[in-house]
């Protein structure tokens, strides 16, 4: 028989492991939902990610709290 309920949401601890450039991030804005991006650069608390389809390459530069570690 099937669970019922919500399902428990995945939820990696940053004070344990801090985003670092490298990190696979989903982003928290309308339109992103199912995108994983990979973060390149990280500065004073700004993200720049990028995801890679062929040659078109699709960069966000966003802030700590739009993103959320896989």
């Given at each position: 028989m099937a669970k019922r309920g919500r399902r428990k949401k995945h939820v990696v601890d940053?004070?344990?492991?801090?985003?670092?450039?490298?990190?696979?991030?989903?982003i928290n804005k309308s339109g992103f939902a199912g995108d994983t991006y990979q973060v390149t650069e990280m500065n004073d608390g700004r993200v720049l990610v990028e995801d890679r389809e062929g040659s078109y390459v699709h960069k966000l530069n966003l802030t700590e709290r739009q993103v959320t570690k896989i």
């Open positions: 940053l004070e344990k492991y801090p985003l670092k450039v490298g990190d696979w991030v989903k």
